[in-house]
């Protein structure tokens, strides 16, 4: 069965203090890795899709890389405004019950502090 | 660009009444995603619709049902409600079937 552990579970943060979150998959096959950030209350914000091992994706302090069984979000320098819990998604190839559907992982909870 | 809408924003049921939630997707985007985000269990996928067909469904019992409109509209329905039920239901839609899914901001259904 598809299987997204991420860790650690929460991280508290000093401002310009940077950090990695991890995202563990074990899938039958990838077709692609997400990740997400969410604010309380609301919906996941798309942040980056990453296809095969090796590739890297950036967008202000966050890069997104992957390897063959998990991939990193970095957070360089962070800011109080990047507070919120980062999720990490796979969605795989192989069995119909796979189509379609992410695989989320449980997330984690970024506090970054003045 | 409107992002996914959904409605209502909140939604007070009790044990045994019938919900329906309302989902429209990006514009141009034809598939549609439901998630439900119970507190403690994470992001669960529901249901996936595809030019008016349900094309796959995740682990939930057959009151958990919907359907997608002509106009790529989506609609969740949830029958005798049980208190479990209570979560924020996201929907997603993405352009093609196995692209980036974009969500909206949720449901957030409590059954008393």
């Known amino acids: 069965e598809d299987q997204v552990t991420q860790s650690p579970e929460a991280l508290r943060l000093q401002e310009g203090e940077s950090s990695s979150l991890n995202c563990s998959y074990t899938?039958?096959?990838?077709?692609?890795l997400f990740w997400y950030r969410q604010d309380p209350g609301k919906g996941p914000e798309f942040l980056f899709t990453l296809y095969s091992a090796g590739e890297e994706k950036e967008k202000e302090r966050l890069k997104a890389t992957l390897t063959k069984k998990e991939s990193f979000l970095h957070i360089t320098a962070p800011k109080p405004e990047d507070s919120a819990t980062y999720l990490c998604?796979?969605?795989?190839?192989?069995?119909?019950?796979?189509?379609?559907?992410?695989?989320f992982g449980a997330g984690t909870q970024v506090v970054v502090t003045p | 660009e409107a992002g996914v809408t959904q409605s209502p924003t909140h939604l007070i049921k009790t044990r045994g009444q019938q919900a329906t939630l309302r989902c429209s997707p990006i514009?141009?985007?034809?598939?549609v995603y439901w998630y439900q985000q119970a507190l403690g269990l994470g992001l669960q996928f529901l249901l996936w619709?595809?030019?008016?067909?349900?094309?796959n469904r995740g682990n939930f019992p057959p009151r958990f049902s919907g359907r997608q409109f002509p106009n790529y509209s989506s609609e969740l329905n949830v029958n005798a409600l049980e208190l479990e039920d209570s979560a924020l239901y996201l929907c997603?839609?993405?352009?093609?079937?196995?692209?980036?899914?974009?969500f909206g901001p949720g449901t957030r259904l409590t059954v008393l």
């Open positions: 514009s141009g985007h034809t598939s």
């Open positions: 619709y595809d030019e008016g067909e349900e094309r």
């Open positions: 997603a839609s993405s352009l093609e079937s196995w692209g980036e899914q974009f």
């Open positions: 998604a796979v969605q795989a190839i192989g069995t119909t019950d796979s189509w379609g559907k992410l695989q």
């Open positions: 899938v039958s096959g990838l077709r692609g």
